[in-house]
């Protein structure tokens, strides 16, 4: 069974930049398609971004569009957040998942999926 791992959350000013990182292990990292979700306090998780397995087909949320950019590298078992223009409403928890389909994480949720510890996402306005 894959575990997850995150990194490089923090506490950053409104418009800054941070990117996450996810490391796997105990799996194969190559046969999940991957993805992050967040969820801030008093809310539910909701979807951020996925990427498939080869990295040729990527989905955002609405309301990262523009502003986030999600990759893994195969080599490293890692999959990466680039996260941009950051607002106060991006603050939350942020999680790492590892399932069968990012088309389906975008859109059915995170059925099935493996999950990380999560990392915190405090921006400062």
């Known amino acids: 069974q894959v575990q997850l791992v995150e990194s490089g959350g923090g506490l950053v000013q409104a418009g800054g930049s941070l990117r996450l990182s996810c490391v796997a292990s105990?799996?194969?990292?190559?046969?999940?398609?991957m993805g992050w979700f967040r969820q801030a306090p008093g809310k539910d998780r909701e979807f951020v971004a996925s990427i498939s397995v080869s990295g040729g087909s990527r989905y955002y949320g609405d309301f990262v569009k523009g502003r986030s950019t999600i990759s893994r590298d195969n080599a490293k078992k890692t999959v990466y957040l680039q996260m941009n223009g950051l607002i106060s409403e991006d603050t939350g928890v942020y999680y790492c998942a590892a399932g069968s389909s990012a088309q389906a994480m975008g859109t059915i949720g995170p059925r099935g999926v493996h999950w990380g510890q999560g990392t915190q996402v405090t921006v400062s306005s």
């Open positions: 105990g799996g194969i990292f190559n046969s999940y398609a």
